[in-house]
């Protein structure tokens, strides 16, 4: 990936200082190519250069002196050391001069100059000459090959460049946009294509730059050429960044699924939570980290690194460590620092996470883990009009299929709906349960909860327990609680599995409706008599915890069995656990399913040309060459790389 080298510095008013002599013979030297063995005055001058500028030894021209000291390797690396630092050798107009007029300077005219506007170098020298503030100067270079692939080894693109930031620019150095003031020049330098830049304030009084503008800048630019890098890497196909972003996924997917689906016994975390629910009892204010006393944000950092040493999230985090640390090198120089991830910014949010089931924990509240339930019935009662023929029959049939398939396309779907429609007007009862499905989850029409109910509400009137069913929940996703709770008990009289479960949670927590311990646990054993796995697993653990219910062991077991039979692995965790106590064995689970998800939350998208990605990162691009002078039109046989799916 491309580099941005960045070098500021800045000339006080009546600065000058040594070296004079050179920059004023400096026009008359060129630069040497030989390939022979480096000269003892080039050495000797090197050995002086590196004694009065110690950060010259950081050039890659260095590098390539020290690996093969030629002559040219030693002019090269001269050449680069005196332009890097002639800010400190000259006064403000001699330094402006000799940029604009060095050799293999891009000239425009007399010489090589640029601004936002052209410029007049006598009018320019006199006004840096008179100037009684600052004026900072700027060098940013890329390596010879990057500039040409991307369009940087030219004096416009630079010109472009700056001029596009030099909002920014002056935003950094605290400058009033209207008072910011520059002039560049472009030096087609071997190894090290590179830009001079001058800045200044035009009110002397104003301007200031820290290391934060620093970095600003540096990254603002880089941003931008970043871009045009990565257009360039569209158009030669190349996909290193979605290979490496592809592979670390994979990698953390298997350890994200194992952490979402999987279960942790940590005595050491049970202990810390049971202690952090302590501490939030004496509490006061909010309960969110910001608000907590620092022995108990202290509390919570402990927490969360506990659940760091878990296996599956100790080698999901180096994973993405690994990702980061390679990304972050493509535009910066210093490596990154690795924290722990209870310092981890981006995993921020699991910090109030804990807290929260530190607060269920203390509270009591009850849990139902029951997010992957399949409400879906296998089957919807089809009662057909009379006098239908058997085509039509068969047409609803197949209009319903259509629905479900999520292989067909959104006009198949589209047309499967007014199919139904024109059922439901011919006296089709269970198509408005469809159509009900169909605009609450977006089927071949927007998604729109007033359809739905409308449509579930037709159906549920006649007596369609599953449409009675699905008004109540999707009231009951309102918030619309006692018209929830009417159209559960209709669907509960017809014997709806899922209606009984879910009144019976309402009646177990008192949410919308009066707590009643003893009708919950009827409705429950109604659903979990009919085999619903979810029902089976909130008594089993009602009878474990023996808090709301009488404990009762051996009920316990015989729920919980039932449940895990047919695949409810919490039930099953709690069957191979039921010496410990649920409420604080399954809030351990629960913060490693969190965590599981802000990994996943925080991984670069898979590719980056790929969907919303694409448009947005295509469309930045496109704005940036039209600034770069290409037509509006110009894709220049951009096809991008294919998606895999």
């Known amino acids: 990936m491309v580099r941005l080298i960045q070098k500021s510095g800045y000339i006080k008013a009546g600065s000058a200082s040594g070296y004079m002599k050179y920059i004023a013979t400096r026009e ?5 190519e030989g390939s022979g063995p480096v000269t003892k005055g080039q050495r000797q001058l090197i050995e002086n250069l590196l004694r009065d500028f110690p950060d010259a030894n950081e050039m890659e021209e260095y590098d390539d002196y020290c690996s093969v000291p030629t002559t040219g390797n030693a002019s090269s690396l001269i050449s680069a050391v005196l332009d890097a630092n002639a800010h400190k050798l000259t006064d403000r107009d001699g330094y402006m001069r000799y940029i604009a007029t060095r050799p293999r300077v891009e000239r425009h005219g007399e010489h090589g ?3 936002s506007q052209p410029v007049s170098l006598d009018a320019a020298l006199k006004e840096v000459e008179g100037h009684s503030g600052n004026v900072w100067t700027f060098i940013w270079s890329l390596r010879q090959e990057d500039a040409a692939r991307l369009g940087y080894d030219c004096a416009e693109s630079w010109r472009k460049l700056i001029k596009a930031h030099q909002v920014e620019i002056a935003e950094a150095m605290k400058i009033p946009p209207n008072q910011l003031r520059w002039c560049a020049a472009f030096h087609d330098e071997g190894h090290h294509p590179h830009v ?3 800045v200044w304030a035009a009110d002397p009084s104003q301007g200031r730059l820290t290391k934060e503008g620093v970095k600003m800048i540096r990254s603002r630019l880089t941003n931008d050429i970043s871009q045009d890098e990565m257009y360039t890497l569209y158009q030669e196909k190349d996909i290193s960044y979605k290979d490496l972003v592809a592979a670390a996924r994979r990698s953390m997917r298997k350890l994200i699924e194992k952490m979402q689906t999987g279960f942790c016994d940590s005595p050491v975390i049970e202990m810390k939570m049971l202690e952090l629910a302590q501490s939030l009892e004496a509490a006061k204010g909010k309960k969110v980290y910001g608000y907590l006393k620092k022995s ?6 402990a927490v969360v690194d506990e659940i760091a040493k878990l296996p599956e999230v100790a080698e999901c985090y180096e994973v993405w460590n690994g990702l980061r640390d ?15 991830l209870s310092q981890q910014k981006e995993f921020r949010a699991i910090k109030n996470m804990v807290i929260q089931e530190a607060e269920n924990l203390r509270l009591g509240v009850f849990t139902f883990e029951d997010a992957e339930m399949n409400d879906e019935p296998e089957t919807v009662s089809e009662v057909p009009p009379q006098g239908v023929e058997y085509n039509e029959v068969l047409e609803y049939r197949h209009a319903a299929a259509l629905l479900c398939d999520d292989d067909v396309t959104w006009a198949e779907k589209r047309k499967a709906v007014k199919t139904l429609k024109h059922l439901w007007d011919k006296g089709f009862i269970a198509a408005a349960y469809h159509l009900g499905k169909a605009y609450q989850d977006g089927l071949g029409v927007l998604p729109d909860d007033e359809k739905a109910e409308e449509w579930f509400r037709r ?3 006649i007596g369609d327990a599953q449409s009675q069913y699905m008004l109540g929940k999707l009231l009951q996703e309102q918030r619309r609680m006692s018209e929830a709770a009417s159209w559960y008990e209709r669907a509960c009289e017809s014997g709806n599995q899922y209606a009984q479960y879910h009144l019976g949670k309402m009646c177990l927590l008192g949410d919308g409706v009066p707590k009643d311990i003893e009708r919950a646990v009827q409705l429950l054993s109604d659903s979990a008599s009919q085999g619903n796995q979810y029902a089976q697993y909130v008594l089993g653990k009602l009878c474990l915890q023996g808090k709301e219910v009488e404990k009762n062991p051996e009920a316990a077991v015989y729920w919980l069995t039932q449940s895990a039979n047919q695949g409810n692995s919490y039930a099953q965790f709690l069957l191979d656990h039921r010496q410990h106590a649920p409420s604080v064995l399954l809030c351990t689970v629960r913060l490693l399913h969190h965590v599981s998800n802000i990994f996943w939350e925080t991984l670069p998208p898979p590719n980056p040309s790929g969907g919303h990605v694409e448009s947005k990162l295509m469309r930045r691009i496109r704005e940036k060459k039209i600034a770069m002078g290409h037509k509006a039109d110009d894709h220049e046989d951009y096809q991008g790389p294919s998606m895999s799916m």
């Open 28 to 32: 008359r030297v060129e630069r040497l």
């Open 113 to 115: 100059l640029f601004s």
């Open 196 to 198: 001079h830049a001058m």
């Open 296 to 301: 108990v944000k202290a509390q919570v950092d």
């Open 326 to 340: 390679e990304l972050e090198s493509y535009y910066k120089d210093t490596p990154r620092q690795r924290l722990p």
């Open 459 to 461: 159906s549920a009137a």
